[in-house]
């Protein structure tokens, strides 16, 4: 079987196939950024952002890359409209003077098999930019039967303490809200 007929196959099975070096834009309909949130110690709240955009840089040869995400506000959404509009207020990400979030790494690291293990950058939110570290739980890609382009993306997490950033709202009365698990999905389409 020709190399041609051998990447058709791979294609058409969903078989994953090995990235190389290439710039990548972020694809919005499976890109996301979701958050959970102790509350009062009883439960959780959870929401997300949608529609983010940006840039994905990767070599798997050379064990490198990179990913600029802007995450707007506007499209939080907490399923409760009330809750969505308080996180949105100044008491919390104030997103009328700030109304994006942006993630920009500047280290990948890999492990000694060239798996993507972590992302390590800057996270900025209402002004202020700070390090976060975000574990890979996956990462692949893969030839996209839908766009005929190459994929590349993946999960990951992280845990933030929120008062880094200044966003101090009740951490009085609710301690453990200090700190936030992040899960974000990322997939980007080679140009």
Same mark, same amino acid.
């Given at each position: 079987?020709?190399?041609?007929?051998?990447?058709?196959?791979?294609?058409?099975?969903?078989?994953?196939?090995?990235?190389?070096?290439?710039?990548?834009?972020?694809?919005?309909?499976?890109?996301?950024?979701?958050?959970?949130?102790?509350?009062?110690?009883?439960? %959780?709240?959870?929401?997300?952002?949608?529609?983010?955009?940006?840039?994905?840089?990767?070599?798997?040869?050379?064990?490198?890359?990179?990913?600029?995400?802007?995450?707007?506000?506007?499209?939080?959404?907490?399923?409760?409209?009330?809750?969505?509009?308080?996180?949105?207020?100044?008491?919390?990400?104030?997103?009328?003077?700030?109304?994006?979030?942006?993630?920009?790494?500047?280290?990948?690291?890999?492990?000694?098999?060239?798996?993507?293990?972590?992302?390590?950058?800057?996270?900025?939110?209402?002004?202020?930019?700070?390090?976060?570290?975000?574990?890979?739980?996956?990462?692949?890609?893969?030839? %996209?039967?839908?766009?005929?382009?190459?994929?590349?993306?993946?999960?990951?997490?992280?845990?933030?303490?929120?008062?880094?950033?200044?966003?101090?709202?009740?951490?009085?009365?609710?301690?453990? %809200?200090?700190?936030?698990?992040?899960?974000?999905?990322?997939?980007?389409?080679?140009?």
């Amino acid at each position: 079987m020709n190399k041609l007929a051998s990447i058709l196959m791979a294609a058409l099975l969903g078989i994953t196939v090995p990235a190389v070096a290439a710039d990548y834009k972020i694809d919005p309909l499976h890109t996301n950024a979701r958050f959970t949130l102790d509350h009062f110690a009883t439960s %959780s709240n959870v929401g997300g952002f949608y529609n983010l955009n940006g840039k994905l840089q990767y070599d798997a040869a050379s064990k490198t890359g990179f990913v600029d995400i802007t995450i707007p506000l506007s499209t939080l959404d907490t399923g409760r409209s009330e809750f969505t509009k308080h996180l949105q207020s100044k008491a919390f990400f104030n997103a009328a003077q700030y109304p994006d979030l942006r993630f920009v790494s500047n280290n990948w690291v890999f492990d000694n098999k060239g798996k993507v293990r972590a992302l390590r950058g800057q996270l900025t939110m209402v002004g202020q930019t700070h390090s976060v570290t975000l574990r890979a739980t996956k990462f692949n890609c893969y030839k %996209s039967p839908m766009n005929q382009a190459q994929v590349c993306g993946g999960d990951f997490e992280a845990i933030i303490d929120r008062s880094q950033w200044g966003i101090n709202e009740y951490l009085t009365a609710m301690p453990a %809200s200090r700190y936030v698990k992040l899960n974000i999905q990322i997939e980007a389409a080679r140009q």
